[in-house]
């Protein structure tokens, strides 16, 4: 019986990538647990306990068998009419198959006889020995460094004491970064395997400066985690890190009455940074939060993975929380060290700010003729004129002369602070400093907002541009985006989308729907394009097709069934405010009992009505030549529901509207089953037909609602 034990490996290397050290902490054991349970050597009670720190991938694997089961094969030979010749004896040919599967002769008496489609067969039954755990977890162990999602390789030659027999600095190995130590323990023993040139051993190191044994010799699987933390005084569990590394920053900001900024990315990059976390608290000279507080949180999130403290009311304050890797008894000396380094950068925010508003925006402008947007799209100058053109016309639709006069001004202004030193040095500050330097010029605030908002939505989630100025020039500004880049064949493919294009035509859905605007599809994509010039690619209708596409996916996204948004955006609504109202109407009206045999009838009036050539949208439904009983029945009908339908649909009320409709069941089940459309008399079959499309017309109002049919 195969011994079951907790398998350990452990990768040391040198310091991993912060920002891709969770993935690549994440992969090794993955790939390590698939690599086993391929074999056999693991199975699915097998648990996965990752670990990863600056210096280590490890992983820790339950429930591993010291050797696989044997397994029965069978494998298939050949014809009989092929292998055996007339007198059963074996054939040249059946030989030469037996020595390729590493059998002889010998073998022919035990060969099995069954048939194989309709002709018999001879097979060879053996016993495969199961993969030894050494085997198994070497094969394992190549697989998964050789799926790492690895960022860059780098190539570095051995040393000696690395652990393997080689030749120092003759042996060169492909690797994210130097490795130089290979756990692998079964249990409390040893597995011989090999990777990077290295041999496994049971002994790895701890902290750089702080750990209390030198190495630290692995006792057994189980007890990895715990000596690491208690002799080599390093968390290895990037969770566990992560987790004591928030509680402390909790703890000292509390202390402060303060909170510390929240940053998901920044909080997973300082974990990768530190194997034995020490919050501490810091300050800066408070005459710097004169200073934009975006500029000074993000220099000193991104150049010096700070944590800024912020008040109760989410502003900025002189205080920060630094993540150390050591902990001396006395910190002094690594506060005041890190409060001198933070000084340079605060200060050269702070003489960007200074020096960019010793000129205004407006001044700025004409520098953006001078600035490449795209090879094929010229200048940002000429862009912000394309834009400018649309943000009138968008903003005489919604708002008039004044929301379009507001609009071009701020559209004109809006790409200025891409020429100013702050945005220069922190790009993620267009727009943020466009908005400071507006007030400074003593614009007004829908100006100011304008410039800051129209990059919005700029991800999942982000808001909206807060007024009609910003609205209407974040709409014009991705709305130029798309057409240009469509224009020139930019268009998105699979997963490739380099001009973040779905994500600016989400934010065009997001700002229709939410805000409700009185603007079709159609007509901005048609302004968009007629702002380029004539000679620019036309490509209207893949623009269309690629922005309900994504409207498709978000409505889906949000919940609604694919019936549900189909039969809605079936129809292109001009409105799209109106689609939430829409989807909630049909998903009530999908509820009825009725609505199944309405939807598949309005199916079968929208076949019967396209494969006719007969139908005259200008007809009218005469009331003489309604003959039978079942039709004048639901031509009396839709004379009383119709038009109720129609007020609530006129006042916005979908779900009533729909709901109204349900009561055409009756007489529309009985019209097809006691009439027959396609009457021999050409008259009484038009004005059946007529019948039909006034139906069709008084059903799909809100949606299609033959999608709804199954």
Not at 287 to 299: D, H, R, S
Request: glycine fraction near 8%; proline fraction near 5%; charge should be neutral.
């Amino acid at each position: 019986m195969n011994s079951h034990k907790n398998l350990l490996v452990e990768l040391f290397v040198e310091e991993l990538p912060p920002k891709a050290l969770k993935k690549l902490g994440e992969a090794f054991g993955a790939a390590l647990l698939a690599g086993l349970r391929t074999q056999g050597l693991a199975g699915a009670t097998s648990v996965l306990t990752g670990y990863a720190t600056p210096r280590r991938l490890a992983a820790h694997i339950s429930h591993v068998a010291a050797a696989a089961a044997d397994q029965a094969v069978s494998t298939k030979l050949m014809p009989v009419s092929v292998a055996l010749s007339a007198d059963g004896q074996p054939t040249p040919a059946l030989l030469k198959k037996l020595a390729a599967v590493g059998a002889d002769a010998s073998a022919v008496p035990g060969l099995r006889r069954a048939m194989d489609g309709k002709a018999e067969a001879l097979f060879l039954d053996s016993t495969q020995r199961g993969a030894t755990l050494a085997a198994g977890l070497q094969k394992a162990l190549d697989e998964s460094l050789a799926k790492l999602p690895i960022p860059k390789v780098m190539q570095y030659q051995l040393e000696a004491g690395d652990g393997a027999d080689f030749q120092p600095g003759w042996t060169s190995v492909n690797f994210v970064r130097p490795a130089h130590g290979l756990v692998a323990l079964h249990g409390a023993d040893l597995v011989p395997v090999t990777a990077l040139g290295l041999k496994s051993q049971r002994q790895t190191r701890g902290h750089r400066f702080e750990a209390a044994m030198d190495p630290v010799v692995i006792q057994d699987a189980d007890h990895y985690a715990r000596q690491l933390e208690e002799q080599g005084a390093v968390i290895a569990g990037f969770e566990h890190r992560r987790a004591e590394i928030q509680r402390q920053l909790q703890a000292a900001a509390a202390k402060e009455g303060l909170q510390p900024i929240d940053d998901p990315a920044l909080l997973d990059e300082v974990t990768a940074l530190v194997e034995r976390p020490n919050v501490l608290l810091c300050r800066f000279e408070p005459e710097f939060l004169a200073v934009p507080q975006e500029c000074l949180i993000l220099t000193m999130k991104a150049n010096q993975k700070y944590f800024p403290l912020l008040d109760a009311q989410g502003q900025l304050t002189n205080r920060f929380l630094i993540v150390s890797n050591i902990r001396p008894a006395d910190p002094s000396r690594v506060i005041e060290g890190n409060e001198r380094v933070v000084r340079p950068r605060l200060a050269d925010a702070k003489f960007f700010f200074d020096q960019d508003r010793k000129r205004t925006l407006a001044s700025r402008v004409p520098g953006l003729a001078k600035v490449v947007y795209h090879g094929k799209l010229g200048t940002q100058g000429e862009r912000i004129e394309r834009v400018r053109q649309i943000a009138r016309q968008i903003g005489q639709q919604i708002g008039g002369l004044a929301l379009a006069d507001l609009a071009d001004e701020a559209a004109t202004l809006a790409k200025a602070d891409l020429l100013t030193d702050m945005v220069g040095e922190f790009p993620e500050l267009q727009g943020i400093m466009g908005a400071y330097y507006a007030r400074h010029d003593g614009l007004r605030d829908s100006i100011a907002e304008a410039i800051e908002d129209h990059y919005k939505p700029r991800f999942a989630g982000d808001a909206l541009p807060r007024g009609e100025v910003g609205v209407t020039v974040a709409l014009a500004d991705k709305l130029e985006t798309l057409a240009g880049l469509f224009g020139i064949g930019q268009i998105p493919t699979g997963d490739k989308d380099p001009f973040a294009l779905r994500r600016h035509a989400l934010g065009v859905i997001r700002m229709l729907i939410e805000r409700d605007l009185p603007l079709s599809l159609p007509a901005l994509i048609a302004t968009a394009f007629a702002a380029f010039p004539a000679t620019h690619g036309q490509a209207q209708g893949e623009l269309a097709h690629f922005i309900y596409d994504r409207l498709v996916g978000a409505l889906r996204e949000q919940g609604y069934s694919a019936r549900e948004v189909d039969a809605v955006v079936a129809l292109r609504p001009a409105r799209w405010g109106e689609i939430p109202r829409r989807l909630a109407a049909v998903r009530a009206f999908a509820a009825l009992p009725e609505a199944d045999s309405l939807a598949a009838a309005n199916k079968r009036v929208g076949n019967i009505l396209k494969k006719s050539d007969e139908v005259d949208a200008s007809a009218g439904v005469d009331a003489a030549r309604l003959v039978e009983p079942a039709e004048r029945a639901l031509a009396q009908a839709l004379a009383e529901i119709a038009p109720r339908a129609v007020a609530d649909f006129d006042r916005g009320d979908f779900t009533a509207s729909l709901q109204t409709l349900s009561a055409l069941k009756a007489p529309v089940d009985a019209f097809f089953d006691d009439v027959m459309v396609n009457a021999d008399d050409p008259a009484l079959r038009r004005n059946r037909l007529a019948l039909l499309q006034q139906l069709h017309g008084a059903m799909n109002r809100v949606a299609d609602l033959a999608r709804l049919a199954g």
